[in-house]
Structures are given as C-alpha cells and as structure tokens.
C-alpha cells in the first residue's frame, strides 16, 4: 500500500496536456486561476482568446503567448515556478523562457497559491465490493489521506430487514478495533488510531449479504497541525477563486482527496460552464 493510498483515487490534472489540446509539454506555463473585466490571450499562433470568468478559469497559458489587460485583472499560476502572478488594468505581459514577463505595466507575485500536482490516475472514492448481494457500500473515508485521529467511518445500506452490521479497523494483518451498529455511520473513539498510520475499515453485512471495505492514512501529527494552519489559511480567504483553486489544488497534493472531493463539487456548481474546470479537476 503506497503513501496516502493512491490505487484507485483521482485523476487531478494532467500537467503536460489536456483533454482536445494539441500543445507539447514543454511549451505549457501555466493556468488562469482568476479573471475579472476585459482580458484577453494571444497565442504563440496568433488566435486571440477573450477570457470569461464563468467559462475560462483554469484556461491554459503556454511559452509564447501574450495576456493582455484592458481593464480588470488576470491572475496565471506558474506550474514550474509554482508561483502566481497578476496583471492589472492596461498591462500586457509575455511568456518567455518560462517566465511571464511584463511588456506594458508590470507583473506582480502573490504569495499563498498553490499549483496542481503530479496527479495519480483513477478516480476519489475507489470501493471494494464483494459476494453475492452488493448492499452495502462503503462511502468515507475511502482511498485518502486524513488529518484526524477519531474520524466517523461512513457507509451505506440498503439491505432489507435487519441493519445491524460488522465494523472492522485493520492495521496491518492486526484488526485494532471492532464494533456493531445499525446506523450508517460510527464515529471511532480516541485511543484506537494514531498519527502516521495506514489503516484498513471493513463493513460485513453478514450472511448473504457483501463485505465492503476501504482504506485511509492518518498523516503525521505535525503534518496534521500544518494542514490545519493551511486550511484556515486558505478558508480565510472566502471566495477568492485563486485562493479557492489553491486549496483544491493543496488538498490533492497532500491525498486529502475526499476533502477536495467536496470543494470541488462546489466549484463546479459555482461554473457549471466552464470546461476546463471539469477537465482539468476530476472525480469520477
């Protein structure tokens, strides 16, 4: 089992290309996080994109292009520099040797953004199921990192008649915890899961009906703290969409992917329209 769980998770985002789009890997810069007012990008082709904020944040920057700024602002997030930049009103700004560089105005760096990572393909939320009469699904945490160390184990259970099921927590070849319930949802008491560890949970239906189970990784107890700083951090920041798009982005470079799970479904209601969101950030 590797780190943070990996088979099966989610395909964050493809660095070097996206879905339709024929750009070498070498020539891709960046990513619009943020437009507001009159922007526009002129490729290395010469085709001019007028950006919209309802249809192109996450929109593509490549070694080349030109973004220009009539009046607004436009913030790229560099993938190789893992910086942001903004371009204010009547300022223009060209990408070249991998740096975005003021031709009119001038360029500023924001602190705090945090570019997509090397994503793992498959997809959040990866289940095991098994025998004859599937029921009984487990829902959370599934195939993620997580910074807690008395998390609620969820499931689903559609079984008729009699609820009651079996819940048990693996560590290694050790089971470390067991318990019934028939509700769809337990919480585990302090003392039973530690910091640093992979676990195991199972969700046994009994006879005739299916085992389902999942897995999550507790992080480090430090890792833990600075993932809480960072998450206040970021939700401080309300609904600035750089910020937003940071956090997403922080979330998957750390597998706290059922986390991202929900921000992103957010973000997706927020720009229904937008295809790059749904291209670049998947979770199915």
């Known amino acids: 089992m590797t780190k943070g769980i990996t088979g099966m998770m989610f395909l964050v985002v493809a660095l070097l290309g996206f879905a339709g789009m024929n750009v070498n890997a070498a020539e891709r810069y960046g990513l619009v996080f943020d437009v507001q007012g009159n922007v526009e990008v002129q490729g290395a ?19 080349g292009d030109r973004v220009k700024v009539i009046q607004g602002k436009v913030v790229i997030v560099s993938l190789k520099e893992n910086k942001g930049y903004e371009l204010a009103s009547n300022s223009e700004g060209i990408v070249k040797n991998r740096k975005l560089v003021a031709v009119k105005g001038s360029v500023k ?31 959370s945490p599934v195939n993620t990192n997580i910074f807690d160390v008395t998390p609620e184990l969820v499931w ?20 470390i915890f067991h318990a019934e319930s028939a509700e769809n949802a337990l919480k585990i008491p302090p003392g039973v899961l530690q910091y640093g560890k ?20 507790i992080v480090s107890e430090d890792e833990a703290k600075e993932i809480a700083q960072r998450i206040a951090f970021y939700r401080e920041r309300g609904d600035d969409l750089s910020y937003r798009l940071s956090y997403i982005f922080y979330l998957l470079d750390r597998n706290l992917n059922e986390t991202a799970k929900a921000e992103i479904q957010k973000l997706k209601r927020d720009y229904p329209e937008n295809t790059y969101i749904r291209e670049t950030i998947k979770t199915d």
């Open 198 to 217: 992979e676990y195991r949970w199972i969700i046994d239906g009994g006879k005739n009906r299916n085992i389902s189970g999942g897995g999550f990784t």
């Open 156 to 175: 689903n259970n559609t079984c008729r008649g009699d609820k009651k099921v079996t819940v048990k927590i693996m560590s290694g070849e050790q089971m």
């Open 45 to 63: 082709d010469g085709k001019v994109t007028k950006l919209k904020k309802t249809e192109h944040v996450l929109f593509p920057v490549n070694e």
């Open 109 to 139: 760096e924001i602190q705090g953004l945090n570019p997509p990572g090397k994503g793992v393909s498959g997809s959040i939320g990866g289940i095991v199921l098994r025998s004859i009469r599937p029921c009984i699904k487990t829902v």
